[in-house]
């Protein structure tokens, strides 16, 4: 099975999710709505469709009609439970804003959602907010209320710069968290240069990712998580993700480490699934719907990073000479 966590994070998106209910509605109409906001974006993007009848119709031409797929209009808004705060949505394409649907069953263009500005959250983010989307033809209307993951932060000096990671080390990742935030994924940006006959002798930056740890559920402490690995695993990591070449050499530059952290809703999926695939689990996947009146999945989410993180000169060396990685020609 993917990793949960990701495929949330990247299906579920309010800006490219695909849906994986039917299509079909039976005997009513029924909305579906995906979003997944964060606090530290200047826009938050919500979509909202609707299952339909096919009328013994072709389902997969019918959902390729953005006339059957979308609410021609209503009313979307995010209220902040704290204050009372109402934020309206405006129903825009966002295909002018320069994001596109993935490909799959549905219609790919236009892609419509529901645009809100953050900054109309003003300078304090809302602990909770609420959903609420009324159409004419709904008998009643859609919500969703959600917790918001806010108050993220890599603790500084945790881990230590230069970093040093000796094969026999242990090194810790250390972060606060507010409570309502239950799932997180840690990775490192790892930032070297390269050049070969291919780039005329001439370094360029690259990059690759390490995913570390992905869903990480929250530990004895409801606001303070770490993980940790042995610097071992690093050199693995690279030796075995990176070409062997003698056209090309390489330099080592720097690592960035990113945190990124869903709220409650994510962790359900995550145990819901995990109670279902195990010994007395059934054969199918179970749906997890938070939306009232409706179907889908509203969460929030959150992503922190500390960039420009030194290597120290142990772990230079173990580079250019170590088992592991003495093949990639870092110099």
Aim: charged content about 20%; glycine content about 8%.
């Amino acid at each position: 099975m993917k990793n949960l966590f990701e495929t949330l994070f990247i299906l579920l998106l309010a800006c490219s999710c695909e849906t994986y209910f039917d299509i079909e509605a039976n005997e009513k109409e029924i909305p579906v709505v995906y979003g997944v906001l964060n606090v530290t974006e200047p826009k938050q993007y919500i979509r909202v469709q609707r299952a339909f009848l096919s009328n013994g119709g072709n389902v997969l031409e019918l959902s390729k009609n953005p006339n059957i797929l979308y609410y021609s209009d209503g009313k979307a808004v995010l209220t902040v439970t704290a204050t009372g705060k109402k934020m309206v949505g405006k129903r825009i394409n966002v295909e002018d804003v320069g994001i596109k649907r993935d490909n799959g069953i549905f219609a790919e263009s236009p892609n419509m959602l529901y645009e809100f500005d953050t900054k109309d959250w003003l300078v304090t983010p809302p602990a909770k907010v609420i959903f609420t989307f009324e159409n004419e033809s709904l008998l009643k209307g859609v919500s969703a209320q959600i917790s918001l993951v806010k108050d993220l932060q890599l603790r500084e000096g945790v881990p230590s710069a230069p970093l040093n990671l000796g094969y026999d080390r242990v090194i810790t990742m250390g972060w606060n968290h507010s409570s309502d935030t239950k799932l997180f994924e840690l990775t490192m940006r790892i930032n070297y240069q390269e050049k070969s006959g291919k780039t005329n002798g001439v370094f360029l930056d690259k990059t690759v990712d390490w995913v570390l740890k992905n869903n990480l559920e929250v530990g004895s402490d409801p606001t303070k998580g770490s993980y940790s690995f042995k610097g071992i695993e690093f050199f693995k990591f690279i030796g075995n993700i990176l070409p062997i070449s003698s056209d090309i050499q390489r330099n080592m530059k720097s690592i960035d480490i990113s945190l990124t952290a869903g709220g409650t809703e994510f962790n359900e999926i995550l145990d819901l699934n995990q109670a279902n695939f195990g010994i007395t689990g059934s054969n199918s996947i179970p749906r997890y719907n938070n939306i009232l009146n409706g179907i889908g999945f509203l969460s929030s989410r959150m992503k922190v990073s500390r960039t420009d993180i030194s290597l120290s000169s142990v772990t230079l060396d173990s580079l250019r000479f170590g088992v592991y990685t003495k093949a990639l020609q870092f110099k």
